[in-house]
Nanobody, 123 residues
Framework: QVQLVESGGGLVQAGDSLTLSCAASGYTFSVGTMGWFRQAPGKEREFVGTIWSYSGVTYYARYTDSLKGRFTISRDGTKNTVYLQMNNLRPEDTAVYYC?????????????WGQGTQVTVSS
């Protein structure tokens, strides 16, 4: 059974940095895709960024344009964990952040989802 568990959320002030983690069990992220999404109150879920690999050796990442330069996705293969580093946080970054995974590289549809972690940025 695949489980994705996000952690690292919390209450921070504008300008702070925060790193979210997504630990996978029952799923080994090698060839495939893991992504981050967020959903703010009253809004639809929004794509944040994704990391994928065709080979398990080289990994690629892309981000939604509005977050480029502030958010960075990385992975630790030894921990089977993907991270979302968020810098210079703004109140509009307040949302529940979800990670997702799929066996297909660079997919836009994900088979597995975590339960989410709340990030609140105060002004």
């Amino acid at each position: 059974q695949v489980q994705l568990v996000e952690s690292g959320g919390g209450l921070v002030q504008a300008g702070d940095s925060l790193t979210l983690s997504c630990a996978a069990s029952g799923y080994t992220f090698s060839v495939g895709t893991m992504g981050w999404f967020r959903q703010a109150p009253g809004k639809e879920r929004e794509f944040v960024g994704t990391i994928w690999s065709y080979s398990g050796v080289t990994y690629y990442a892309r981000y939604t344009d509005s977050l480029k330069g502030r958010f960075t996705i990385s992975r630790d293969g030894t921990k089977n964990t993907v991270y979302l580093q968020m810098n210079n946080l703004r109140p509009e970054d307040t949302a529940v952040y979800y990670c997702a995974a799929d066996d297909s590289p660079r997919t836009r549809e994900y088979a597995y989802w975590g339960q989410g972690t709340q990030v609140t940025v105060s002004s």
